[in-house]
């Protein structure tokens, strides 16, 4: 563990860094991230082999992990000029022979607190706003995925100076010593509980914060779906990285008319997909450690078992699985699942689906499948939800275009693409004004007319 005056030494350094401008300078960012993306494409190998040992992810879904920031980075170098540019804005009248401008400015010392689901990914994909945006940055990766923490130390330490762009590796200690120090800006991705002891360390030095949570995310299907894609999409969603996805379908709500149809479809898509013994495939992750296998195993519990419900804890395996009659009251449907088990309810009128959502805090993300289109802006009109997509999940964090965060429970704050500009910058509002004139009516002694 670091001392508490190393980590304040590591800040002080990037703050004096800070101030020397360099970073402010546009074509240093674009050379920063030309860096990264050199790094991270001639470290492929170390990280998705440190992805398998962390959570026996396939090597397909960790390099999804890699390409998902390598996407960012050429996203954020072909737009990077037009989004430092100075916007200018209209003067009211009074204020003429001026110019008002507004000016994205760097925020300085960055921290990113990163989770163990999405190792790789959920250090690196804020790093590239934070770099576009012309800060510095400490990175506190989650010791949980010990390995992926240690090929991400490995490539910062290689190929940036630690007073520009550094990783402090450590536990729950070092992120609190982390947290006691005064940032420009936290960035947070982890559990709800979690985020709110950040909050409230940053809330001691007036740190802006952005909170990446997770929650119950909700998939609604009506009865006019494609059941055959339905289930396939829902399945790779729910069931990638053994259902350790905080944008993954949490529960499933679907339309008494097409239950049947579906959650047999949804079977014969976990057969094809994970094959008859998931435990053997290699297309199949396991859960982080014992505490979640734990946790998991307890929700088995509940309902009753559609399909899957092995598990191994020697290897920490827990089979894709669905689970039929659950109650709100079941655990299961109290908290967030995180794992590879998909409780299913049925509704009969859309309206009820959309009631049942609303009555739970905020998700993270809302799925819903139909071809309806009138159900589409119905669903979309009547809930809240921190992004959405219809007819497929997990994808819209694939579009660097598409803002994404929570809102309410799930958190708060934008990233991806230009929103992760935004959020690492603050707006400077700027004045200009000539000379050329100078009206005396608006100066003291203020005549009564006037
Ligand atoms: P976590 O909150 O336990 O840990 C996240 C980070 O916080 C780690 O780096 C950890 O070292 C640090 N930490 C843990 N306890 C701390 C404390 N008391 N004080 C200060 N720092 C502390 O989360 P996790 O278990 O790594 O990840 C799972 C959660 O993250 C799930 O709830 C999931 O939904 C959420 N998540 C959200 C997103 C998103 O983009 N919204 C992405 C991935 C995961």
Redesign the pocket.
Known sequence: MMTQSKVSEFVNKQRQFFQTGKTKNVEFRIETLKRLEQAIEENKDPIIQALKADLHKPGFEAYFEIIGVLTEIKYALKNLKNWTKAQKVATPFHQFLSSAKVYHEPLGVILI??????PFN?IFTPLVGVIAAGNCAIL?????ASHTSSVIADIIQKTFDPSFITVIK???E???EL?SESFDHIF????????K??MS?AAQHLTPVTL????KSPCIVDDSVHIEYTAKRIVWGKFSNAG????APDYLLVNQKIKKDLLNSIKEQIQKFYGDDPSTSHSYSRI?NQRHFYRLSELLKDGRILVGGDTNLEVLYIAPTVIDQVSWKDKIMQE?I?GPILPVVEYTELSEAIHLVNKQPKP?ALYFFSSNKKNQESVLQSTVS?GACINETVMQ?TVPGLP???VGA??FGRYHGKAGFDTFSYQRGVLNKSFLLDLKWRYPPYAQKK
Do not use: D, M
């Open positions: 607190i990163g989770p163990w689901n999405y959920l506190k990766p989650s010791e949980i450590g536990g729950v070092t992120s609190k947290l947070f991705t982890g559990g709800t509980e979690i985020g002891i950040v360390a990446e949570l997770g929650g350790q996805t905080c944008t982080i967030e995180f993270l921190g964090l994404f965060g929570g799930s958190g």
